[in-house]
């Protein structure tokens, strides 16, 4: 008899259909059936000696809430016996109403139940919380995760056990994840704890990757690139990531119409074993970057959220450097200006910040310029050394690609069709604030704000809080300015200041988006004696009337 090894998570959902993921225990069909007689069916896939399905559910009724059961092979797996937690229940958006969209990133694994965390409560686990004690009260329509939902290079203690079970931890990679097998096992980890297991289960969810997904630093710069392929590891490491990385969060962030027309997708699924399948993809998004896409976009309504690859999409080559190559670079802008549908607000969701505070900003387009040699070879090879030091591969790192995005953001923001707002959401960081960009002259008409919310759960350690409240200040701004006069470097095209923050903790950021207004509210979680932890917050304002 087939088990629920995985799941359910509630991913893609629009007015009439919705799509479910599971990993189950054998081959075996998978069924959705909801209280209202929507429903779907399909056949599990092979990858690396695991089974998934994903199940496209159909019939669902626009603004209407349905309770679903999961079915293998015609026995009901979900929910679970004796659940402490609501049905869970699939919500199909319907076009009026408030959309709201919460979104965080960076995310250890909670300790198991009972245990000691050293980092404090999980924002998701007080979400849940929270949801879970009124079935009636305001919930997310969609969560966003922008970025390390797993950590393959910073493992538990409890993971580390169970790998060296398998293997020396003597020898590279170490404590760090090796292969798909250990990759499997940080989603257990992570998606098997009761609270969250439920909330993915009736809160869809969008993902997007960043680097420890992979590795701390992923794609930093083609020199760091050059020194991982050169290990024997490397490639194992890479490849089991992007594998595991499109089974357990890519395939949800797309539509059952971009699913059917997925050539990956169709063919894992039209044969026994798609692990060959996958693995090839892996090797060929790997060696070149622009025979597969990780962005994607979506319509809520009158809502566009276009989700940004920021990881895998860069040009690494020094003197040509981006963010983005130039198909992806192309596919934003069509996303963004190309399509003859207006909206509302548009949200851009990457998992680096755009706006950064300004000595950090400063000090990373100062590092770009030295690395790509504007004050000599000796420059360049101490740059190289202090871009992976200190993490310095933003956007801010990038000058053209940033300045590529302001173009875009005002082109986006301007004009008679204007959204109302332009929001930048980002993570990686770990910590939230607020940044409202300038640009020279009249500027776009939108409402544009860098909003950014890190971590969900982890630490925060003393350096980065006392970064990060120095980079905004006027001396760092200033020490910056001789930073970018030293690389030579132009102006940026925007000017810009912090609005709010910053904050440190475990923490959610949720948009309120109805008709053109638009309402921002942070949250952090905080322990409770004797119950869940619960969210408590700290910021709630207007960002469009």
């Known amino acids: 008899m087939a088990g629920l090894r995985l799941g359910p998570l509630l991913r893609y959902t629009d007015g009439s259909s919705a799509t479910v993921w599971v990993e189950t225990?054998?081959?075996c069909a998978a069924e959705?059936?909801?209280?209202?007689?929507?429903?779907?069916?399909?056949?599990?896939?092979?990858?690396?000696?695991?089974?998934?399905?994903?199940?496209?559910?159909?019939?669902?009724?626009?603004?209407?809430t349905t309770a679903y059961e999961v079915f293998l092979d015609g026995a009901r797996v979900w929910p679970l016996p004796d659940s402490p937690f609501p049905p869970s229940a699939i919500h199909a958006p319907g076009p009026e109403g408030a959309l709201r969209v919460a979104f965080g990133s960076c995310r250890w694994a909670a300790p198991p139940a009972g245990g000691h965390d050293p980092v404090g409560p999980d924002a998701l686990d007080a979400?849940?919380?929270?949801?879970?004690?009124?079935?009636?009260?305001?919930w997310p329509h969609v969560l966003l995760l922008l970025g390390d939902q797993v950590y393959a290079d910073e493992t538990s203690d409890t993971t580390q056990r169970w790998l060296a079970a398998r293997r020396d931890l003597r020898e590279p990679p170490g404590s760090g994840v090796a292969d798909y097998e250990e990759y499997t096992h940080l989603y257990y980890e992570s998606w098997?704890?009761?609270?969250?297991r439920w909330l993915l289960s009736t809160v869809p969810s969008f993902m997007i990757f960043d680097d420890h997904d992979v590795i701390d630093d992923w794609n930093t710069s083609a020199a760091w690139l050059a020194d991982m392929r050169a290990t024997d590891w490397w490639r194992e490491r890479l490849?089991?990531?992007?594998?595991s990385y499109w089974v357990h969060q890519h395939l949800g962030n797309l539509s059952p119409e971009e699913l059917a027309a997925d050539p990956v997708y169709r063919a894992v699924r039209e044969v026994p074993d798609g692990t060959d399948v996958l693995?090839?993809?892996a090797a060929r998004a790997d060696a070149d970057p622009a025979t597969a896409r990780w962005s994607y976009r979506r319509d809520f309504g009158r809502v566009r959220l276009v989700m940004v690859d920021s990881r895998a999409a860069r040009v690494l080559a020094e003197q040509d450097r981006a963010m983005l190559d130039p198909g992806e670079d192309a596919w934003l802008r069509e996303q963004v200006l190309g399509t003859p549908e207006t909206y509302d607000h548009l949200l851009l969701g990457t998992s680096l910040p755009w706006l950064l505070p300004h000595l950090v900003h400063d000090a990373?387009?100062?590092?770009?310029a030295l690395c790509r040699g504007e004050r000599g070879a000796r420059w360049a090879r101490w740059g190289e050394k202090v871009r992976r030091a200190a993490d310095l591969e933003h956007w801010s790192a990038f000058p053209?690609?940033?300045?590529?995005?302001?173009?875009?953001?005002?082109?986006?923001?301007?004009?008679?069709?204007?959204?109302?707002?332009?929001?930048v959401l980002s993570g990686d960081v770990h910590h939230a604030y607020v940044a409202e960009p300038t640009w020279p002259g009249d500027g776009p008409d939108a409402r544009v704000v860098q909003l950014v919310c890190s971590p969900v759960h982890n630490s925060v350690p003393l350096s980065i809080r006392l970064a990060f409240r120095v980079g905004w200040s006027a001396v760092a701004r200033g020490i910056g300015r001789g930073l970018a006069r030293h690389g030579r470097l132009p102006r940026p095209p925007v000017g810009w200041r912090k609005t709010g923050g910053p904050w440190f903790g475990n923490q959610l950021m949720t948009l309120t988006l109805r008709g053109r207004s638009a309402r921002l509210r942070l949250e952090q979680a905080k322990a409770r004696q004797g119950a869940g932890p619960r969210l408590t917050t700290l910021l709630d304002s207007e960002l469009a009337p």
């Open 25 to 27: 225990s054998r081959p």
């Open 32 to 64: 959705v059936r909801c209280a209202d007689g929507a429903g779907g069916t399909a056949r599990t896939f092979q990858v690396a000696g695991h089974h998934y399905a994903l199940i496209a559910v159909t019939g669902l009724t626009a603004g209407t």
């Open 127 to 138: 979400l849940a919380t929270r949801l879970a004690a009124d079935a009636e009260g305001e």
């Open 192 to 196: 098997l704890d009761p609270r969250i």
């Open 239 to 243: 490849l089991s990531g992007l594998m």
């Open 279 to 281: 693995r090839t993809f």
């Open 364 to 368: 990373e387009g100062w590092n770009a």
């Open 400 to 423: 053209e690609s940033f300045a590529g995005l302001a173009e875009l953001i005002a082109e986006a923001g301007s004009g008679r069709d204007a959204p109302a707002t332009v929001c």
